[in-house]
């Protein structure tokens, strides 16, 4: 009688620990689904923040290779125009290339703050967008950067100083 309580025991608390075991993966999945859910849900509002200023996507045709590319320190991406220091005006484009499927960007005036983000496709590695601008200042900057799936976390940024 006391080995088959014995055994019960060993049954109930084995049962207890995959039980446990379950949950946990379970919640882990959870978490991950809702940090993903959270990325495409910030990156959507982002897009649809920006108002006065937008980078129409243009799928990488319009990339044009210059002498002074700022890259990130990654490698993954590389931004050819504009170039630091630039000045900005509606028409211009914005381009580069990036191994990565998709390049965020955000540009920000120095009144303002934020005036345009959100989002560009990389095509054959490449990609470019035709900027439409409302900024209000006169400096600024120009912020292009991929960001992790699993945990939203910008990176692999390309940084430049601006002008309006």
Do not use: W
């Amino acid at each position: 009688m006391k080995k088959h309580k014995n055994i019960l025991i060993v049954v109930v608390i084995c049962a207890l620990v995959a039980a446990g075991a379950a949950m946990l993966l379970l919640k882990k999945r959870d978490d991950d689904q809702k940090k993903q859910a959270a990325v495409a849900q910030a990156a959507q509002a982002a897009q649809q923040a920006s108002t006065s200023s937008v980078i129409r996507d243009n799928n990488g045709q319009d990339v044009v290779k210059t002498n002074n590319p700022v890259k990130a320190t990654s490698g993954l991406i590389t931004l050819y125009q504009p170039a630091e220091g630039a000045k900005l005006s509606s028409g211009q484009t914005v381009s580069g290339e990036a191994a990565v499927p998709v390049v965020s960007y955000r540009i920000k005036d120095d009144i303002r703050g934020v005036v345009a983000q959100g989002m560009l496709a990389v095509a054959d590695g490449k990609f470019s967008g035709q900027l439409t601008l409302g900024a209000t200042g006169k400096t600024g900057t120009l912020e292009i950067y991929s960001t992790d799936p699993s945990t939203g976390v910008e990176e692999n940024n390309v940084k430049i100083n601006v002008t309006f």
